[in-house]
């Protein structure tokens, strides 16, 4: 199933974090939080201004970004488990960093 956002929303594939501390520690499911890293899927066409133009969004596909802890809204589609939030709810871009070579280390 294909999604597509409306206005100013993205969708959202969260980055999982390494489940070793520096010191070699593993930790378990239950005692990670949710990584606030993600990587963005799809993007809406963009809000729109007073005077009825629509304004694009600073983001797109396959960006590696940060959001807050408590962003987004989680949805299951086609049964992985993704976020859909405003594009306000994005604190920045990493740039030069690839999440797809993240996910394959």
Same mark, same amino acid.
Request: charged share 35%; no cysteine.
């Given at each position: %199933? &294909?999604?597509? $956002?409306?206005? +100013?929303?993205?969708?959202?594939r969260?980055? =999982? ?13 239950? !005692? &990670?939080? @949710? $990584?606030? #890293? ?10 729109? +201004? =007073?005077?009825? /133009? ?5 983001? /797109? ?5 940060l959001f807050? &802890? ?5 949805? /299951?589609?086609?049964? =992985? #488990?993704?976020?859909? %939030? &405003?594009e ?10 690839? !999440? @797809?070579?993240? @996910?394959?280390?």
């Amino acid at each position: %199933m &294909k999604f597509r $956002p409306l206005h +100013d929303r993205v969708v959202v594939r969260r980055i =999982e974090s390494n489940e070793r501390t520096v010191g070699g520690i593993i930790i378990p499911d239950t !005692a &990670k939080e @949710k $990584p606030q #890293e993600g990587e963005i899927i799809a993007v809406g066409p963009g809000a729109r +201004d =007073e005077q009825g /133009k629509v304004v694009a969004l600073d983001v /797109k596909v396959g960006d590696h970004i940060l959001f807050g &802890k408590w962003s987004g809204t989680e949805v /299951k589609i086609d049964g =992985e #488990e993704l976020l859909i %939030m &405003k594009e306000s709810d994005v604190m920045g871009v990493i740039e030069g960093h690839s !999440a @797809k070579a993240k @996910k394959a280390a």
